[in-house]
């Protein structure tokens, strides 16, 4: 679970948002799209917290994996300063994923930071057969990333906000424009973004959150949410991935 | 490996070491039963059970602070009927103590759970978890008024089949006081439990649900050791494992300088889930190179 993995790779591929390549053994374990690696910022003890992000791309050949993350506090800014040769203390791969179901033609939904995690989803739905359609929501142009990566494993909408790109409004106003018949849907993104997919969506869905974490792996209780039985799980061992209606949000 | 130099006897507990996780920061050792074998540490402090099961605070219940973080649990935990029939009985399988972590919102909270725990086969301790402060109700304040304290304890250490350890919380005028007030009545002391905290966003409100949490981690071991040499000079006899921050095997020595008997690490199993057998490996190769015979042989050196 804990592993020493090589940065290979670092850039910049849109406003502060940062992909990077890692290349380890741990790799070779990293199977269903939709967990998470529990990234070390540093061997000090300034940052005691690690931070969790997404797996956004595996490549088992090579036995490298993408993250995509915002430099926006501490820890992600400090990140955003490694280079190829160093190394990055991880715990992986933490979660349940996402359910890879043999389906016609699904429907992906993301928004902002909550992007990466469905790239290698749909990577591994359409080498299953199964047809993607993808909508993406961002602020602004500035924001948008990985639209030529999505439009090559299907079609990709882009929502902006502001409208400086693609369709001006949010990811709900580019679906209600889709005319296809979908068997269920996958999404990861803002929380009202995941609230309003999962009550307005008449199908199956898969939904991604997000909660502040201490360990990642189930000891510390920090991550908990509620079900709609009303019991109290951990969103890190239980999820992150859940059934739409699951989770109260 | 001989690590004879490591081995400490305490009030119900033959530690192969000094070394244990601390309350609250290993669950109940089923996840890390996965990454080392738990029979290598000291003991186990299991987390906090009360008498019946607790849902906890709301979410953020944590936050990063400098060299340390909050949390504000509020001791989510499915209660000791539960704890002893799976999670305890799930730690049987290892040769290792465990310190039974109790806590509560009233006096008989804390005997009803002390007397059932006390009484499973490797619970060799209690732990009297007078002191957490992300629980409104009573919690708090048995670990801040010394004769509350006292009378707590007395009645805890009456049901309980094991030797009694009392948690002090550092959130108290004068920490002496509260350790006297336990002091001839407990088998020992834990010390130190988390201090109150807050931390705001950028936007200037408050990142935990509950407002305020507990600071934990290196940034408060400067705290804890100065309480627990405090707390040495007036009760020089008295067991303590010490607590706060501990990332190394030298931070070990410091607790062990100041007088404490074993420590325990909180935080930083977080960090690296590996650091429990990760410190004993590299205490025992620390006092090799110094050539001390036993870890004890350095306890209370601070005062000399
Ligand atoms: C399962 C999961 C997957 C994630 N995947 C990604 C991803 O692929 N890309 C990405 O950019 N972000 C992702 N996030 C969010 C990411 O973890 C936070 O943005 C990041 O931890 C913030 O760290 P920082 O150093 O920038 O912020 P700081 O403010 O310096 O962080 C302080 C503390 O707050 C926590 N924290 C702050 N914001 C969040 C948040 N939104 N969610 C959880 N913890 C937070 C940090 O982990 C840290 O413990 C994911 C979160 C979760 C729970
Ligand atoms: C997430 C978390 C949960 C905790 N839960 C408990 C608990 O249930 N009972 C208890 O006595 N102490 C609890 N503590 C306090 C620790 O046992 C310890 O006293 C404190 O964190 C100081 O040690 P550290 O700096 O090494 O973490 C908790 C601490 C943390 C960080
Ligand atoms: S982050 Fe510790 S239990 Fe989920």
């Known amino acids: ?249 | 490996m001989n690590r004879e130099a490591l081995k400490i006897s305490l009030p119900g507990l033959e530690l192969k070491n000094p070394v244990m996780p601390a309350s609250g920061c290993f669950s109940f050792g089923e996840e890390f039963s996965k990454l080392y074998d738990l029979s290598e540490l000291g003991a186990i402090m299991v987390k906090a059970a009360t008498h019946e099961p607790r849902i906890g605070n709301r979410t953020p219940r944590v936050a990063e602070t400098s060299s340390g973080m909050l949390n504000a649990i509020g001791l989510q935990n499915p209660g000791v009927d539960h704890i002893l029939d799976h999670e305890l009985k799930f730690l049987e399988q290892y040769d290792v103590p465990i310190i039974a972590n109790v806590a509560g919102s009233e006096i008989d909270d804390y005997t009803i759970v002390a007397d059932k725990i006390s009484k499973a086969p490797n619970v060799k301790a209690i732990e009297l978890n007078i002191s957490c402060p992300n629980v409104k109700e009573g919690g708090i304040q048995f670990g801040t008024d010394p004769e509350t304290a006292r009378r707590l304890t007395s009645r805890v250490k009456e049901v309980s089949d094991v030797p009694v350890y009392v948690k002090l919380s550092p959130n108290v005028t004068s920490i002496v006081d509260m350790a006297l007030s336990v002091g001839d009545i407990a088998d020992g002391l834990t010390m130190i439990n988390t201090l109150v905290g807050m931390r705001l966003d950028g936007n200037g409100q408050p990142i935990l649900s509950n407002v305020t949490g507990g600071l934990s981690g290196p940034a408060i071991k400067p705290v804890s050791l100065n309480m627990i040499y405090q707390v040495r000079q007036h009760l020089p006899h008295i067991p303590i494992i010490g607590m706060g921050g501990i990332a190394t095997a030298d931070d070990i020595l410091d607790y062990i300088s100041v007088g404490a008997d074993a420590v325990a690490i909180g935080t930083m199993n977080f960090t690296d889930p590996m650091i429990c057998p990760a410190l004993i490996e590299a205490l025992d190769e620390k006092l090799g190179e110094m050539g001390v015979g036993h870890l004890h042989d350095l306890k209370g050196r601070a005062y000399k």
């Not at chain 1, 991880?90 to 469905?118: D, F, M």
């Open chain 1, 1 to 249: 679970m804990k592993n020493i993995m090589t940065v290979v790779a670092q850039n910049r591929i849109a406003d502060k948002i940062h992909e990077m390549v890692l290349e380890g053994e741990i790799t070779g374990s990293m199977k269903t799209p939709g967990q998470f690696v529990h990234v070390r910022i540093n061997d000090t003890t300034e940052h005691v917290l690690r931070r969790p992000i997404s797996i956004a791309d595996i490549d088992q050949e090579n036995s490298r994996f993408t993250i995509v993350y915002r430099a926006e506090g501490e820890g992600t800014k400090k990140l955003s300063k490694l280079g190829p040769g160093d190394t990055l203390d991880i715990l992986s791969p933490l979660g349940r994923g996402y359910p890879l179901e043999q389906n016609a033609h699904v429907l992906i939904v993301g928004g902002g930071i909550g992007v990466p995690p469905l790239y290698e989803l749909s990577k591994q739905l359409n080498i299953m057969g199964v047809r993607t359609t993808h909508v993406l929501g961002f602020n602004s142009k500035k924001d948008v990333f990985y639209e030529d990566k999505f439009g090559a494993l299907g079609d990709t909408h882009i929502a902006t906000a502001d409208g400086s790109h693609g369709m001006e409004g949010y990811v709900t106003d580019v679906i209600r424009t889709l005319d296809a018949d979908f068997d269920c849907f996958y999404a990861c993104g803002p929380k009202m973004m995941l609230k309003v997919l999962s009550e307005t969506m008449d199908l199956e869905g898969y939904i991604s959150l997000e909660e502040r974490m201490g360990c990642g792996f189930g000891v510390c209780y920090a991550c908990v949410c509620e079900t709609a039985e009303g019991d109290w799980i951990k969103l890190c061992t239980e999820g992150p991935v859940f059934r739409k209606g699951e989770i109260i949000l």
